[in-house]
């Protein structure tokens, strides 16, 4: 429950290359999942002042289902709002164990002062590749570590150097933001031609290509995959977890969008969207989105936060009957969406 003691460990569950992904009676989706209900436990992780690195902000998790419970990898933020990586497990999904340690540190020059954030999770052969941002309070850097046990992480170096990204600015202008990238989901698997395929960016969102699934190559800005087309995402667009494979072999894509205000939303409120994705013919973009968010800001926490109006997922599991969606509020704390899976 929201306000109960945090519960921690110092060790977590043994995780594997031969940990077993899913859940036993998972069952596709079609487009698009939900409806969505917050969960009346929200938040479910808050940040703990006794715990330095955590002592400010925890939010925006992905999640994965090994072995039978739901594992979260989140950011965190200390007083000096630098940022780690945690891990939390659950066996229901809501009430979650903590280690009291982070997973994922800034060890290189490109995360000093800034910190790692933002995480994403694939696994694919028993790896968990796992994107994540590099902030040096100057750049933001989309890169890339790699673990079979979700605690001892290999990293590799920024993805995508020299990239200029075109944001649009709160006013609705747009400008250049020199060696910008950030946020990527990877399709857990290959494609006709054997190569792995990464959604990422955020202003829009652009595609990359690898055929290890460390190094990648992306496409120019001008074959951008997906932009704002409705009102509440006329500002920005990014890709929220690893897409989602239908019942009928097409993609749902959950992610994130802000906008610079009109009608009901207010200037650079977040909120989450889904789109239908074919794998065969990204050429063409998206096939359909839904025209609504699916998750909206509505809450005091969310509405009040580090960052005031945003909610923003980067996880999605289906556990025990449940699609659950992970997103953080306000910039400050965690909270889940839950849907049916039928």
Excluded at 36 to 41: G, I, L, M, V
Excluded at 42 to 66: M, R
Excluded at 75 to 103: C, H, M, Y
Aim: proline residues 6%; charged residues 25%.
């Amino acid at each position: 429950m929201a306000g109960s003691p945090p519960s921690y460990s110092t060790t977590a569950p043994t995780i594997t290359r031969d940990s077993v992904e899913g859940d036993a009676d998972y069952v596709a989706p079609t487009f698009s999942i939900g409806p969505f209900r917050k969960h009346s436990a929200n938040p479910i992780l808050t940040p703990n002042p006794k715990h330095d690195f955590e002592s400010s902000y925890l939010y925006n998790a992905t999640a994965i289902v090994l072995d039978g419970r739901v594992f979260l990898l989140y950011r965190a933020q200390n007083a000096a709002k630098v940022s780690t990586i945690g891990l939390a497990w659950s066996e229901d999904g809501v009430n979650f164990t903590r280690l009291d340690r982070p997973v994922l540190t800034p060890t290189e020059p490109w995360e000093e002062g800034g910190g790692v954030e933002d995480p994403r999770v694939v696994r694919i052969n028993g790896v968990v590749y796992m994107t994540y941002t590099a902030y040096d309070t100057d750049k933001a850097r989309l890169c890339l570590a790699t673990s079979t046990d979700l605690l001892h992480w290999e990293k590799c170096p920024p993805l995508f150097p020299g990239w200029d990204e075109v944001e649009v600015t709160l006013s609705g202008r747009q400008s250049i933001r020199r060696g910008f990238t950030k946020a990527g989901a990877i399709f857990p698997e290959c494609n006709a031609d054997g190569k792995y395929t990464m959604l990422w960016g955020e202003s829009c969102i652009y595609r990359a290509e690898s055929e290890d699934l460390i190094n990648w190559k992306t496409r120019p800005f001008e074959e951008w995959f997906a932009t704002g087309v409705h009102g509440w995402e006329n500002r920005l667009l990014e890709p929220g977890p690893s897409p989602v494979r239908t019942k009928d072999g097409k993609w749902i894509l959950v992610y994130n969008a802000a906008t610079t205000g009109g009608g009901r939303f207010r200037n650079n409120q977040y909120s989450i969207g889904q789109m239908l994705v074919d794998y065969a013919r990204l050429d063409d973009g998206p096939l359909a989105r839904l025209e609504r968010p699916c998750v909206e800001v509505d809450q005091r926490n969310e509405e009040a936060g580090q960052v005031d109006q945003v909610v923003f997922c980067e996880g999605l599991v289906q556990f025990k009957g449940k699609w659950l969606l992970y997103f953080g509020q306000g910039d400050s704390e965690l909270g889940v969406a839950v849907a049916d899976a039928v």
